[in-house]
């Protein structure tokens, strides 16, 4: 078992950045591919990035590729997406979640584990 908190999401203007953290605990933060997602409403949860266990194999949906940056501190059991330029379709709330078997997926179901989600409003 895994549990995943998120934090760091809020209102910001049309091309202000934010930084989203999730912490981990429970078994070893290393043995798991990380994934963030986000739902608006109204519409399906989508992929938004995701980042191998050991830091690499980074993967970005196309709509935040360039913006977005996904990273990872092992030793903090953190992971992070800092998100530059925000547009107001980004806005949905953001889930982290975390893949026991390292299939680094892009897909919902691939995820064993998963956020209570942070609220990201980003304003025109």
């Known amino acids: 078992q895994v549990q995943l908190v998120e934090s760091g999401g809020g209102l910001v203007q049309a091309g202000g950045s934010l930084r989203l953290s999730c912490a981990a605990s429970?078994?070893?933060?290393?043995?798991?591919?990380m994934g963030w997602f986000r739902q608006a409403p109204g519409k399906e949860r989508e992929f938004v990035a995701r980042i191998g266990w050991s830091g690499g194999r980074t993967y970005y949906a196309d709509s935040v590729k360039g913006r977005f940056t996904i990273s990872r501190d092992n030793a903090k059991n953190t992971v992070y997406l800092q998100m530059n330029s925000l547009k107001p379709e980004d806005t949905a709330v953001y889930y982290c979640?975390?893949?026991?078997?390292?299939?680094?997926?892009?897909?919902?179901?691939?995820?064993?584990?998963w956020g209570q989600g942070t609220q990201v409003t980003v304003s025109s």
């Open positions: 979640a975390a893949d026991s078997r390292r299939r680094l997926g892009i897909t919902a179901s691939v995820y064993d584990y």
């Open positions: 429970g078994r070893t933060f290393s043995d798991y591919t």
